[in-house]
């Protein structure tokens, strides 16, 4: 899976957890400034588990991977 | 003419989780002062013209009539539903008051946060204390049968588009104010009921430890608010960073509480084995917010802490986390959403009993919240400057205590409130001590 693919997933199920149209969520906005909470971060995390068979609620996931969704989707394709 | 209108012959059916609310009411209005009830507090760094502020409050109370309903049932399918009558006059009153200095304002902020709806038809009602300095405080007690404490924040900031658009009415148009009976889809509804029934039986193997409540009936509740400059929020995210991970502020501010009230019980030689504490979050699922403004859209999720761990906060903190991951994992707060639309058919007081079943008497060791985002977007209200923001809620009892965190323009607030009688003095200026330093502890380097 390339990183594109894994933005536009995580753009969708992001989009989802924050009811934001998909449209309006870019890929270098970062996380908190898309509204999104200690429980939407867990929403997120179990979206990622779900769409890419990756458990990261115990790995030392830091605010640089965090950074913005292309950042993240990185973190992921290195997982993959 | 209103312009918030009503599609469904002025019926908003209430939803599970505003029925479990209903009831929460009717069993305090039985044990305590009043019903389940909070008010939200803005404090004002200037003076506001308090005749000004009641003519535009009750021109924009009158074109919401849904401030002066009560719940019925329908006769026909006995579904519970706030019926909204066609018009009204009133529907926010206000009371005024006046301090010399706005220290001795929290008395009667307490006062207020006691003080008991005149009837079934009242619901919201503000308390304006005018004072001699450059400061003024202005409450809204709220009925949570109506709004939770996200909605009255937006209830405000409705007001104040409203006020900033010359009271024009249109402002209010796209408020929902009709819901679905929700008599659909009943499997779903009974799986849901099968997976929360599941959860509270692995929580309830232990009943809860709670401080024991005080004697006697009609008791008000205390609070004490500790406000936290930018300095200190600043410093307390970072300690939440460094502690729990990105984001993750509310795991830190549950650990620090729990810590907090741990050492509370030991200090007062009560055993500790474990607590349990429902955190209410937000399930709101519009960008819209005038979509869910009025009534209930919360469900929660439910911590168990033993004992073990209590004293070590980065072992509370992933407790709480792994909990948090797995509860949303397996859907429990959609779930118990869903599930409590099952509750409806029981009457309030038949379902306040039914509520402590679970956990042996007990519903909680305390209340936790967090609300981490603002729905007072504006920084002015009337043309003043906005200094802060913050909750009172009243509590259910048991437990008889809660603690409520929100954040207001980089600074954060924590409202603790308990019961009359629950804490000494002593014991609550030692809890705030407590929970101050473990909260905002500076981490020197080694």
Not at chain 1, 41 to 53: C, G, N, P, S, T
Not at chain 2, 339 to 346: E, G, M, P, Q, V
Request: glycine share 6%.
């Amino acid at each position: 899976m390339t990183v594109n693919e894994i933005e536009e997933r995580l753009i969708h199920g992001i989009a989802s957890i924050t009811s934001r149209d998909k449209s309006s969520i870019a890929v270098d906005t970062p996380f908190h400034e898309l509204g999104i909470d200690s429980l939407g971060l867990v929403e997120v995390l179990v979206f990622i588990e779900k769409a890419f068979k990756l458990q990261l609620i115990e790995t030392d996931l830091t605010k640089k991977d965090f950074e913005t969704i292309h950042s993240l989707a990185g973190f992921i394709s290195k997982k993959l | 003419m209103s312009f918030a209108s009503s599609l469904s012959e002025n019926k908003y059916y209430l939803s599970g989780s505003d029925w479990v609310i209903s009831a929460l009411d009717y069993t305090m209005k039985k044990a305590t002062s009043s019903g389940n009830m909070s008010q939200v507090v803005f404090e004002l760094g200037c003076k506001i013209d308090r005749t000004l502020f009641e003519n535009h409050l009750r021109g924009f109370a009158e074109e919401l009539p849904v401030l002066c309903g009560k719940i019925a049932r329908n006769i026909y399918n006995l579904a519970p539903y706030w019926r909204i009558p066609k018009n009204t006059k009133g529907g926010a009153g206000i009371e005024a008051h006046h301090v010399k200095n706005p220290s001795k304002a929290m008395l009667l902020l307490e006062k207020s946060a006691n003080r008991r709806f005149k009837n079934e038809n009242e619901h919201v009602w503000f308390n304006f204390i005018s004072t001699d300095k450059q400061k003024t405080f202005l409450s809204m007690a709220f009925d949570h049968r109506l709004l939770d404490a996200r909605g009255a924040e937006m209830f405000l900031n409705l007001f104040q588009q409203y006020l900033a658009a010359g009271n024009n009415p249109r402002i209010l148009e796209g408020i929902r104010l009709s819901a679905p009976s929700g008599l659909s889809d009943w499997m779903r509804k009974f799986y849901a009921g099968r997976n929360v029934n599941r959860r509270f039986i692995a929580l309830s193997r232990m009943a809860p430890d709670g401080l024991p409540l005080p004697f006697g009936k009609g008791m008000g509740f205390k609070f004490k608010i500790i406000a936290f400059d930018t300095d200190k929020t600043k410093l307390i995210y970072d300690n939440a960073y460094r502690e729990a991970g990105y984001l993750m502020e509310m795991p830190y501010l549950l650990a620090v509480v729990i810590q907090g009230i741990s050492s509370l019980f030991k200090k007062r030689g009560l055993p500790v084995s474990n607590f349990l504490i429902p955190v209410s979050i937000d399930i709101r699922a519009c960008e819209d917010t005038k979509q869910e403004l009025f009534f209930n859209h919360v469900s929660y999720l439910f911590f168990q802490i033993n004992s073990d761990s209590m004293n070590n906060l980065k072992g509370t903190i992933n407790s709480i986390k792994q909990q948090m991951y797995e509860q949303v994992k397996a859907g429990f707060p959609k779930d118990l959403a869903e599930a409590s639309f099952l509750t409806r058919i029981a009457p309030r007081s038949v379902l306040g009993k039914l509520l402590r079943l679970p956990f042996k008497g007990k519903t909680a060791s305390f209340i936790f919240s967090h609300v981490g985002k603002n729905s007072y977007l504006s920084s002015e209200f009337m043309q003043g400057k906005v200094e802060n923001v913050f909750h009172m809620p009243r509590v259910p009892v048991p437990p008889g205590i809660g603690f409520f965190f929100n954040y207001f323009k980089g600074r954060l607030n924590l409202s603790i409130s308990y019961l009359e009688g629950l804490l000494q003095d002593e014991e609550v200026a030692g809890l705030e001590a407590d929970i101050k330093q473990r909260l905002a502890h500076v981490q020197h380097d080694e």
